[in-house]
Nanobody, 125 residues
Framework: QVQLVESGGGLVQDGGALRLSCAAS????????MGWFRQAPGKEREFVAT????????SYADSVKGRFAISRDSAKNTLYLQMNTLKPEDTAVYYC??????????????????WGQGTQVTVSS
């Protein structure tokens, strides 16, 4: 049974930083591309960042490029999202997701099979 458990969300001021973690179990971690998505109230879920199974390839949404960094630790089966220079518009529930046995990155949520329960990030102005 695959489980993805996010942590690290919280309340932070405009310009602050947070690091999200996603602990994965029940899957071959290095064989699965991973991604972060977010959903703000009243809006559709949107892509944030993705990383290949090897960790060598990454891709970001334009809105977070240069501020966020996605990484993974295969020894710990954990995905990370370092978020710097946070803005109020980054406020959302953040979800980690895993592709099913596919190591290639993807920016479309429909291509991800496994999802975490989400963690709230709130940036105050």
């Amino acid at each position: 049974q695959v489980q993805l458990v996010e942590s690290g969300g919280g309340l932070v001021q405009d310009g602050g930083a947070l690091r999200l973690s996603c602990a994965a179990s029940g899957l071959t971690f290095s064989s699965a591309a991973m991604g972060w998505f977010r959903q703000a109230p009243g809006k559709e879920r949107e892509f944030v960042a993705t990383i290949s199974g090897s960790g060598y390839l990454t891709s970001y949404a334009d809105s977070v490029k240069g501020r966020f960094a996605i990484s993974r630790d295969s020894a710990k089966n954990t995905l990370y999202l370092q978020m710097n220079t946070l803005k109020p518009e980054d406020t959302a529930v953040y979800y980690c997701a895993a592709r099913r046995g596919i190591a290639a990155t993807a920016t479309t949520d429909a291509l991800y099979y496994y999802w975490g329960q989400g963690t709230q990030v709130t940036v105050s102005s």
